[in-house]
């Protein structure tokens, strides 16, 4: 059996927490920032971790992460 081939678009994009959850960077942060507020572009910065229904789209795709 050949082994699964990792969507490395992906797997750049998420990393793995030590309790195996998802994390992803917010959307919004790379252009039209002029008419963002600091506040808003602090926010930004944070990471979030992956909604529950979101997992078993994202697991075919990075099955060794």
Known sequence: M???KTSKAI?????VTK??????KQ????H?????????KRALRKTLVVNVRDISNL???IPYL
Request: positive net charge; without cysteine; glycine residues 6%.
């Open 19 to 24: 309790t195996n959850k998802l994390l992803r």
């Open 32 to 40: 039209l920032l002029e008419k963002k507020s600091p506040g808003r």
């Open 11 to 15: 797997a750049k994009r998420f990393r």
């Open 2 to 4: 050949p082994k699964i």
């Open 27 to 30: 959307a919004g942060k790379s």
């Open 59 to 61: 697991i075919n795709k």
